[in-house]
């Protein structure tokens, strides 16, 4: 890889980081999904930036990738556990992200931190040739060291 290309994959990665942070400041009680994932979506372009895909939202039970219609009315209400995962490109170059916040409680704070530690966990085994099943390994018994279950398709 040149260096234009390590450039334009950290732009990506920083942009999407940005535009994380950005989404979980607008995740309140009472905010419309839709209305965030539309102003997610600006910063994204007002800041020179492709979307990578649409902003997702998961709400509670949800498991991942849900993305309001233009049509959808729902609103955040406090306790909601709210998965957010915003993608970038900057001409092509992916960044991709994700978290997990609950609104006005703590009820779900073990199962947040199992989450991110599951994520840390991959990130500290995950090397160029690392099978990915060693990844989902790491994942999978951190998960459970907490008392979970990871999801299963």
């Keep these: 890889m040149d260096s234009e290309e390590i ?18 400041s607008l995740i309140q009680n009472g905010a419309s999904m839709l209305d965030v994932t539309e102003r997610i979506e600006n910063f994204v372009t007002e800041k020179n930036g492709g979307l990578a895909f649409p902003t997702n939202l998961a709400i509670n039970n949800v498991g991942a990738h849900w993305t309001p219609s233009t049509k959808s009315k729902e609103i955040f209400h406090t306790g909601d556990v709210v998965k957010l995962d915003v993608g970038v490109h900057i001409d092509g170059y992916i960044g991709d992200n994700a978290l997990t916040v609950e609104i006005g409680n703590d009820k779900y704070k073990k199962l947040i931190e199992a989450s991110s530690e599951a994520l840390n966990a991959a990130i500290e085994v995950a090397a160029p040739g690392v099978n990915v099943g060693i990844i989902g390994h790491a994942v999978q018994d951190t998960i459970e060291g907490y008392g979970y279950r990871p999801i299963a398709i």
Aim: hydrophobic share 45%; no cysteine.
């Design 7 to 24: 450039l334009k994959w950290k732009e990506a990665g920083k942009l999407a980081r940005n535009a994380l942070n950005f989404g979980k």
